[in-house]
């Protein structure tokens, strides 16, 4: 039968180290605001644990805590987990199969390379109004995971180490949350990520990853702000990027009603575009492939060419808006460009540099070849 235990500096109240001596199975230990010292760790089965403070760090849990790997399940609520040791503040081994939740907790890293969040096995993590820092939420090779993070914050940026990790196999579903650092998924990993609603720095996938993105903004300013790469699919709808997009190897990608600053298209890559703008820089490289519609390609100072085609790329568009504001469009090597422009009473005069002019058709715009 489950036990309500409360632990606190009341006389009549259980102490915190015999609560440890005698835990049991669905126990419910209601801890008072304080500080609880677990300087060996603590492994913990089928059991919840609530802060009964008005904030979670009024009710701070020094130490790490681990799931065992026959628990079923382990519910935080508004605790502070601060591990002072370079340990996980959480862990999920291998052979767990069970749920860990958090809710309106704070999880404090040891700002190292050692996760913050660290799960090995088959789990399902709820983090609900909840922030980690110092450190990442990762799932490893080994990990069969569920993700649901909602309203939650992980604060963790770094040039070395992502924020959070997707490796193995899984689901991750990030709503109204934001991610200082970055998102990763890795050669190996297997995985669906939904990012809706959210702001993240940097998301940068790899392996065999299906990435749903809406109404979300890629807040850093870097040329790879979203790398997709390897054999990622993507649909990304009414989302922002202050940076770059670097789009690699054999992707497939649909962008709608975004708004890029600048983007890289190489190699195999697909890409469809739908009522979207490229406000700086775009280039097409190798065999990439786009098919535009309604889609709004400018320029600036910055770059040569507001629009640029390489090797044996294809770009098929449909009712364009082109801005160059002094800048050039290319379709070099056999690249081949054929669009219809939308009339657009503040289109410029285009110069094309172009190595073979039956490979440019551009309907609706005056435009005007020349030689490199």
């Not at 609530?50 to 681990?66: C, D, F, H, M, R």
């Not at 392996?207 to 809406?214: E, H, I, K, P, V």
């Not at 889609?295 to 390489?310: I, K, P, S």
């Not at 801005?323 to 690249?335: C, M, S, T």
Request: aromatic fraction near 8%.
């Amino acid at each position: 039968m489950p036990r309500i235990i409360r632990v606190g500096g009341s006389s009549s109240e259980t102490s915190w180290h015999e609560v440890l001596k005698d835990l049991r199975a669905d126990d419910v230990l209601m801890l008072g605001p304080g500080f609880y010292y677990l300087p060996q760790g603590l492994t913990l089965t089928d059991i919840t644990i609530k802060g009964t403070g008005s904030v979670p760090e009024a009710t701070t849990i020094y130490g790490y805590l681990s799931v065992s790997e026959d628990s079923r399940y382990v519910t935080l609520e508004n605790l502070c987990i601060n591990t002072n040791t370079d340990n996980n503040c959480l862990s999920v081994p291998a052979e767990t199969d069970g749920y860990l939740t958090l809710r309106n907790c704070q999880v404090k890293g040891y700002n190292t390379d050692t996760a913050a969040i660290a799960i090995n096995g088959k789990a399902t993590i709820e983090l609900y109004s909840t922030k980690i820092i110092g450190g990442s939420v990762s799932m490893y090779a080994s990990a069969d995971f569920r993700l649901e993070m909602n309203d939650s914050e992980i604060d963790y940026p770094s040039d070395k180490f992502c924020a959070l990790a997707l490796e193995g196999h899984g689901t991750a579903i990030i709503n109204n949350s934001r991610v200082h650092g970055s998102i990763n998924t890795f050669d190996k990993t297997n995985a669906e990520l939904d990012l809706n609603n959210s702001e993240v720095d940097y998301v940068l996938l790899h392996g065999q990853t299906w990435m749903n993105m809406l109404n979300t903004t890629v807040k850093a300013k870097d040329d790879a702000c979203l790398y997709l790469s390897d054999d990622s699919w993507s649909n990304i709808v009414h989302c922002k990027f202050n940076g770059g997009i670097y789009i690699d190897k054999k992707t497939h990608t649909i962008i709608q009603n975004s708004v890029i600053n600048r983007m890289v298209v190489i190699n195999e890559a697909k890409v469809t575009m739908n009522n979207s703008v490229v406000i700086a820089h775009a280039d097409f490289q190798d065999t990439a492939d786009c098919e535009a519609t309604r889609v709004t390609f400018m320029g600036n100072m910055d770059y040569e060419y507001f629009l640029a085609l390489n090797g044996a790329v294809r770009l098929k568009g449909h009712d364009l808006v082109l801005h160059p504001n002094g800048a050039e469009l290319a379709v070099q090597d056999d690249a081949k460009l054929n669009a219809n422009i939308l009339p657009d009473h503040k289109n410029d005069n285009l110069n094309v540099e172009c190595d073979k002019r039956p490979n440019v058709y551009i309907l609706g715009m005056h435009w005007t070849a020349k030689k490199k």
